[in-house]
């Protein structure tokens, strides 16, 4: 290869190629221009492709067989576009709960983030799609995300942020992203304490043979191509200036002409991203690039209009829809008085016995389709956030109409589809039951772009549009009030406890089959199984959190990482904190028991094994955890999660359980020094 062909292979071009990132071709090796595309969710920028749900709904599912479904998903319609690389999933702890990106992950606990990105890992590149880990690393809020310094200590670094990298690193994965901001005052993408090759990731095993390539976020490359090449950084995106950062690659060819980087650092940058492109086969048989991100209304000679969309898909993004919706409330009342009767207040509801239905909230319509290509608008259902991590609208069906079909002719349904706080109570009144649908959206700072006031980061923990000031209404005066809650985090629920609410139901944000899906939980076609990712404190601010979003600073701030260990339940924990609603807390329509536990030793493990029963009136999926305590020495917080299960019985059925817990898992660090995260 040519010094200019090299280089073309590691400085994407934008704005110019057919994907969000282009390398430019060396057809005479046979080496095509490779594709990279957002986005964590699903493919961004086309048409015919799926809306899938968050990485918070894969998170809610505690489920590593539908995080596996989903990441093979995902990886067979990135490959059906002919993209080589998915960029994600991202693992970016959710540090503060108004976070504006904390959707595209798995929530505030490393466990949870870890075994979601292993498995979305392991899914999108058993189809031969290279995944990208992403954002490496404390990337944890957008307000000045382009310079600020997430200073962390090492053993927060080792046992929060660094774990779900580690577990990339485990399930093979081909890319790493570095992020925007400064870790320890220095720009992630010239960190070689993070990137170098005796840096935490190369030291941890990243692509063990060296082949892994690291690549940088869009535009947050700063300083000399020399500072960059040597410290790690394998390739720019998206080689151009963007913001105020980017485009430092323009002068590598000038550097390595003067010597400050070496022909041999050049040739291990090519190599490293060539090997990904071997080692998952896309030299042979696969497809080519079959659309035109540049035109995402699906215009041009360039769409060739190819649909990966298919049932199974389809199927499985309505499962893990419902899989993923948490029943946070459910005064249930029935027919009979016990559990296998009809049901009359609370759910699931009996077709038989509802023959009238108000359906309250602006969230229950379809949402604007016509909006920007990071989907920064929400005024209708909220389905996904918006930003690069947002996903396709197209076939998305909202659930005033999901309702509808399946109610049929067989209820009434009236509608108020705003959050107008005299036409919702005027709806709900007097129905057998009101479904009242309110969100919380928050996304990506992009421009330093605003959607309803918020810019990437939420500004405060409230529902959207007065969404608390409906739920009261329509609870005044209808005394079978079910909530269902489309948001991107923890919202502020003072009105949980009100009589006349007889359910509530966390959705999160669930993709394009958000109708059908949350349809299948409130007539109990699937059993509500989801489990909270993150705590919902019992106040209006994030004081209950530990952490605050720095929103106003003169200049790029220094950001420390005080809390240490203690996010989310750690940190209530640590402070006897008692929340509205728990991490890991989900109700079920039926009920189970737990028997016979044994722990015993294997090697330097420990085998959890215990006997879960369904006790219910209903089949159903029971979620055990398991948290770990350590002695006042090991200065740990008061539990960790360290396993999850998923368990699906029928009605009197059971099931043996087991559980190991490593050494890797029960381990826990005093005294760490600079060079010491393993």
Avoid at 326 to 344: H, M, Q, S
Avoid at 651 to 663: K, R, W
Wanted: aromatic share 8%; glycine share 12%; proline share 5%.
């Amino acid at each position: 290869m040519s010094i200019d062909e090299k280089i073309g292979i590691f400085r994407i071009n934008e704005n110019s190629g057919r994907c969000v990132g282009d390398t430019t071709p060396v057809s005479h090796l046979g080496v095509p221009s490779i594709c990279f595309n957002d986005g964590p969710a699903g493919v961004r920028l086309s048409k015919g492709v799926t809306g899938f749900p968050a990485g918070i709904n894969a998170a809610s599912t505690f489920s590593r067989r539908l995080m596996l479904a989903r990441g093979k998903a995902l990886g067979e319609e990135f490959r059906g576009k002919g993209i080589h690389v998915f960029l994600g999933p991202a693992m970016d702890i959710m540090r503060n709960p108004k976070a504006g990106r904390g959707w595209e992950s798995f929530g505030p606990d490393p466990y949870l983030n870890g075994e979601g990105a292993f498995q979305t890992i392991t899914g999108v590149q058993s189809v031969g799609v290279q995944a990208c880990a992403k954002h490496l690393i404390a990337n944890n809020q957008e307000h000045w995300r382009y310079g600020l310094s997430a200073n962390v200590d090492n053993r927060t670094l080792a046992e929060i942020y660094w774990y779900p990298f580690l577990r990339s690193i485990e399930a093979g994965v081909s890319s790493v992203m570095c992020a925007y901001n400064r870790f320890n005052a220095t720009s992630s993408c010239h960190n070689a304490a993070l990137i170098g090759d005796n840096g935490l990731l190369r030291r941890n095993g990243f692509q063990g043979n060296g082949t892994g390539y690291v690549v940088s976020d869009w535009g947050a490359t700063h300083d000399s191509a020399s500072d960059n090449a040597n410290a790690g950084l394998d390739m720019e995106q998206p080689g151009d200036f963007i913001l105020i950062g980017g485009g430092v690659f323009s002068s590598l060819e000038l550097a390595v002409d003067l010597g400050f980087v070496s022909v041999d650092r050049l040739n291990q940058m090519v190599t490293r991203i060539l090997a990904s492109w071997y080692r998952l086969g896309q030299d042979s048989g696969y497809p080519p690039v079959n659309f035109d991100a540049q035109h995402p209304d699906g215009s041009g000679s360039l769409n060739l209009n190819v649909s990966v969309r298919s049932d199974t898909h389809t199927a499985l993004a309505r499962e893990i829809a419902s899989a993923s919706a948490v029943l946070l409330k459910n005064n249930r009342t029935t027919t009979t008085g016990t559990p296998d009767g009809a049901t009359t207040r609370g759910l699931p509801l009996a077709a038989s016995g509802i023959k009238t239905i108000g359906v309250v909230g602006q969230d229950a319509k379809i949402p604007n389709l016509g909006c920007n290509d990071l989907n920064e608008c929400n005024d209708g259902t909220m389905s996904i956030g918006w930003g690069s991590g947002s996903n396709s609208l197209e076939f998305i069906i909202p659930p005033i109409d999901a309702i509808t079909s399946f109610v049929g002719t067989s209820a009434t349904i009236t509608s108020s589809l705003s959050n107008d706080l005299t036409a919702g109570p005027a709806v709900a009144k007097g129905k057998d039951v009101a479904l009242v649908f309110v969100n919380a959206m928050s996304g990506e700072l992009g421009a330093y772009d605003v959607v309803n006031g918020n810019q990437g980061d939420r500004n405060n923990l409230d529902l959207w549009y007065k969404g608390g000031s409906l739920v009261d209404a329509v609870a005044a005066v209808n005394n079978n009030t079910v909530v269902i809650i489309h948001s991107v985090g923890p919202v502020y629920m003072p009105w949980s406890m009100h009589p006349n609410i007889t359910g509530i139901i966390y959705a999160g944000a669930p993709g394009e089959q958000t109708g059908p899906s949350i349809v299948d939980v409130l007539y109990g076609n699937y059993n509500p199984s989801g489990r909270l990712p993150f705590s919902v404190a019992d106040v209006r601010s994030e004081d209950d959190y530990g952490t605050t979003i720095i929103y106003d600073s003169l200049g790029f701030p220094e950001i420390d990482y005080t809390e240490k260990l203690l996010l989310d339940y750690r940190y209530m924990d640590s402070k006897g904190i008692i929340p509205r609603f728990e991490f890991g807390f989900g109700l079920s329509y039926t009920t189970f028991a737990y028997s016979g536990l044994s722990i015993l030793p294997s090697g330097t493990s420990q085998i959890i094994t215990f006997i879960v029963t369904n006790t219910g009136a209903f089949a159903g999926a029971e979620k055990p955890q398991l948290y770990l305590g350590y002695p006042s020495s090991a200065r740990e917080p008061t539990k960790v999660l360290r396993g999850f299960d998923e368990v699906i019985l029928d009605v009197g059925a059971s099931s043996l359980v087991n559980m190991t817990v490593t050494q890797r898992d029960m381990r826990y660090i005093l005294n760490l020094s600079n060079n010491e995260v393993d």
